[in-house]
DNA sequence: GCCGTTTTCGGCCCGACTGTTTTCAGTCG
């Protein structure tokens, strides 16, 4: 997967464009556009090079005849000419320097000829010798950012997990309105559009006394420096290694900012296009007529209403599609945390989970559903506990029991997480399987297979007729392990054809289906099950997370199987 | 270099913050 490098590479030719004629500016856009495009493309560019040419990589967004044809150059000979000679003339490792913040193209150009600086190993060097501070424009203050800046770097390898990001959000929130300095306070930004990694934290806030909002906000014990700091706007590094924008908005604007903050920025783009077609300007103060007088600007819904839109939800703002739909007022109304009824992958004790079933069954109570699945492992899954046939005979048992006990207070599913075998045949065999009021199948091991393989695999599955759910159907795990080779048009069509419901494995570290495959897998008709895949009682409220993932696939509550109340459900796995 | 309900040319976002500039350039989002 050459993804990100070609992203990379078109980055920093951009880079390089800039140092040598930054009136270029256009152009320089359209680079760093299409490294966007290119670097956050979940399909490999090579595979739609394969199957649909040249005109495929012209279809996607910032994408045009030039540089599909410096990609199509990058895939087939691993080269690319142009970037090759620029590379000749500025030897600089862009993508590394100016990812510290407050380095960019024009000052890592200055440091390579004054310093000769080409890397971070450089960059640190003359760091040490305290040389940046003698340079024209450069003082000690800069120094001491770059220093900072470069920390920062390599305390942050990566975007941070949503399910790490958006808890110290909504704290810094809460005590952004404990302290009384701020009448409201919202998240924007990508974790507000619940995007499963963000690289930092937006949050708006309306204040009557911002400057001492400012100094608040700054003070937070969250906060481990302060990297700006103006009258409406701070920037702070915060301890879990992630920065956030903290901004002051006026409250007449507060919609406007609201949504310019919200983004993303092709969702923004294509909204103000809008405007302009319909003779307004919209900018994060608000939407304005031609006279310039202002139409609407403190409610967001409003904005979007005069435009002639529905509402799209803020998990939908991609640029996906969701425009056209909100110009026909045909928006999707997505599922939300309250429809959801129970929760169909849980694990308890009895393999790799901390809690009794009873324990998870009371847990599950106190968040009003009306059941609960539990899915302990099968005895392929030998370090995490596994049961034999022998042990899930007990286990039912236990189950019949705690359902007894809690006496109709929720009904507990009888389940297992039935390990798809290398053949693609399951881990239980027939007798259990008939135990068990459904059957939640997953692939954890042989990882290492090819793409026909692995599909024919999962598909034999499916089509076995035993299996009712499929198990975080990619088995990925955010920046530890790629999603399993597989043909997934070959699956949803398997799928389709013999109603076996996809999982929305909503745990942070996983959230497989994601977004994308989720609509992949809607435009088949199938139906999902939203799950937490919970090792512990704390675990069910992470159910936010896949629904949030189930909302940026565009999914409404008839999308979803645990939006239905027990008997329903119940009645749909006898089925 | 891309793009098209202003369609094959002429647009393409700009405001906030910082440092060291005395009026602005660079960077960021």
Known sequence: MENKKIGEIF????????????????????????????SELQEDVADILRKKG??????????????AEKIKEYVETGRMRKYEELKRKYPIDFTGLTKVRGLGSKKAFRLYN????????????VLKKKKIRGLEGFGEKSEEALGKGVESVEAASSRMLLGTALPEAESIIRKLLESRLVERAELAGSSRRMKETVGDLDILVISEKPEKAMDFATKIEEVESVMLKGQTKSTVWLKIGLSCDIRVVPRESFGAAMQYFIGNKDHNVKVRQIAIREGYKLNEYGLFDKKGKIVESENEGEIYKILGMGYPVPEMRENRGEIELAMQHKLPVPVSLKDIK???HVHSANSDGANTIEEMAEAAIALGYGYIGITDHSKSEYVANGMDETRFKK???EIDRVNDKLDGRIRIFKSAETDILRDGSLDFGKAALKDMDYVLASIH?????????????????????DVDIIGHPTDRIIHQRDPIPLDLDRV???AKDNDVVMEIDGYPERLDLNDE???????YGLKFAIDTDSHRTQHLRLMRFGVGTARRGWLTKDDVINTSGVGKIAKMFRD
Not at 12 to 38: G, N, P
Not at 54 to 66: A, F, Q, R
Not at 445 to 465: A, F, P, Y
């Open 445 to 465: 091991t042989s990882l290492n297979m090819d793409k026909d393989s692995m599909t024919k695999r999962m598909v034999k599955c499916i089509e076995s007729g």
């Open 11 to 38: 980055d920093e030719i951009a880079d390089i464009i800039e140092i040598e004629d930054s009136k270029r500016i256009f152009e320089i856009r359209a680079y760093r556009k299409a490294a966007l495009t290119v």
């Open 492 to 494: 949803f069509q398997a």
């Open 517 to 523: 495959n989720i609509m992949k897998a809607r435009e």
């Open 114 to 125: 004054e310093l000769g600086v080409r890397n971070m190993k450089d960059l640190k060097a």
């Open 395 to 397: 286990y039912v048992k």
């Open 342 to 344: 129970g929760d169909l």
């Open 54 to 67: 040249i005109d495929g990589l012209m279809e996607l967004p910032g994408v045009g005849k030039g540089l």
